[in-house]
C-alpha cells in the first residue's frame, strides 16, 4: 500500500546548517528505501511564504497569498511510500528528521483507477 508522509513544522525550526543537515540525512534515507523498494518519491517545500491557496467559490477561483490554514506548524515536504502496513509506515516516518522537531502526519493513498501511469 503507498502511504504519503506529510511532515510539518516550522519554518524556523531549524538554522540554515541544520536544515542542510536534514536534507542530507533525509536523502540518505530515500536512498535506503529505494534500495528496500518502497521510495517512490520525496520533496521538500519552500517556505510557508511562498505559499498561495485557490478556493473555487460560485464558480470563480479565489486567491490569497498564504497557506491554507493559518497554524504553527505548516506542511513543509513529504516522502511517497510503499509499505506493507501502517506499523511499516509508522517505522518509516519514525526515521524522518523532521519528525524530531514537528510532526509527520502519515495518511493511506487512495488509488483510483484511470489516473495516469508514470
Known amino acids: 500500500m503507498k502511504y504519503l ?32 523498494g518502497q521510495y517512490l518519491a520525496a520533496a521538500p517545500l519552500h517556505p510557508v511564504s511562498t505559499a498561495t491557496s485557490v478556493r473555487v467559490r460560485e464558480g470563480k ?3 490569497t497569498d498564504g497557506p491554507f490554514a493559518e497554524t504553527r506548524e505548516q ?14 509506515a509508522i ?16 495518511r493511506p493513498v487512495l488509488e483510483i483507477p484511470g489516473l495516469p501511469a508514470d
Do not use: M, N
Open 5 to 36: 508522509l506529510l511532515i510539518y513544522g516550522t519554518d524556523q525550526a531549524w538554522d540554515e546548517a541544520e536544515r542542510e543537515a536534514c536534507y542530507e540525512e533525509s536523502t540518505q534515507l530515500a536512498h535506503r528505501l529505494k534500495a528496500a
Open 91 to 106: 517505522g518509516i516516518a519514525a526515521q524522518i528528521p523532521g519528525a524530531r522537531v514537528g510532526t509527520v502526519e502519515i
Open 75 to 88: 506542511l513543509g515536504g513529504y516522502f511517497l511510500i510503499e509499505a506493507k502496513d501502517l506499523d511499516e
Open 61 to 63: 477561483p479565489l486567491v
